[in-house]
């Protein structure tokens, strides 16, 4: 990992943990913090700032931008997924359904560009917060950049695990929320009506240079759920 993506991280997490409330320090309190070049600092801030973390107010710097509070949960689809709760208090726990390998149809090969009947890993779990039914999650992870998952991580965190057995980090994700029902298996699963409707998020996970590692789809019961998202300005070329 980089300088100024190790200090992009301290930032974020040091906003998560309520360090700094309102309002980032200025350039120069982190050059001194940090003992890093301006130019690091900057690169560290942008990564921040387009995570869904900060705003930008031009000639005053840079705030915290607090999640709406018309959700009780909110999923900040615009942050990675592995910080994906803003609220340090909203920790998630797991039940496995299913843990093992498949060989990768047409659509999981396309999403996760790797072949045909490549091997991947397949982690099926349901998820709670507060002891109340979260969502179902199907999370399939690739072989080539996955050699190896342990049952630890998938019942805790399995991008926790990931960044420190390979150093995997998601550098970016395509997410795509949409409305889908319940067949018969997952409602039998969930303890739902089979043919519920509910909010899905599909999932494509990159690290590096846009490499695919994982794609999910989670299917969403939780009441009061939210979703963030946010757009960027655009500079002309």
Do not use: W
Request: charged share 20%; glycine share 4%.
């Amino acid at each position: 990992m980089t300088k100024y993506q190790e200090i992009a991280d301290n930032i974020a997490q040091s906003i998560r943990n309520g360090e700094y409330p309102d309002k980032l320090p200025t350039e120069a309190d982190l050059i001194n913090r940090y003992q890093a070049g301006r130019n690091t600092i900057r690169r560290a801030i942008d990564v921040v700032y387009r995570s869904g973390l900060l705003r930008r107010v031009q000639g005053s710097g840079f705030y915290v931008n607090h999640m709406p509070a018309t959700s009780n949960t909110i999923i900040n689809l615009v942050t990675r997924a592995d910080v994906a709760m803003h609220n340090k208090h909203q920790h998630l726990t797991s039940h496995v359904i299913t843990f093992d390998k498949i060989k990768a149809g047409a659509d999981l090969a396309r999403s996760l560009d790797v072949s045909k009947s490549s091997e991947l890993y397949r982690v099926v779990r349901l998820r709670y917060l507060h002891a109340a039914l979260y969502c179902l999650e199907e999370a399939y992870f690739t072989l080539k950049a996955v050699p190896f998952l342990s049952p630890e991580a998938v019942n805790h965190s399995i991008f926790d695990f990931l960044h420190d057995a390979y150093q995997i980090r998601i550098s970016e994700s395509e997410n795509l929320v949409r409305l889908a029902m319940l067949t018969a298996e997952q409602a039998a699963v969930m303890k739902q009506p089979e043919g519920r409707p509910v909010l899905a998020l599909d999932q494509t996970n990159y690290y590096g240079k846009g490499v695919p590692f994982n794609y999910s789809t989670s299917y969403y019961v939780y009441p009061d759920l939210g979703f963030y998202s946010r757009s960027f300005p655009v500079t002309a070329g």
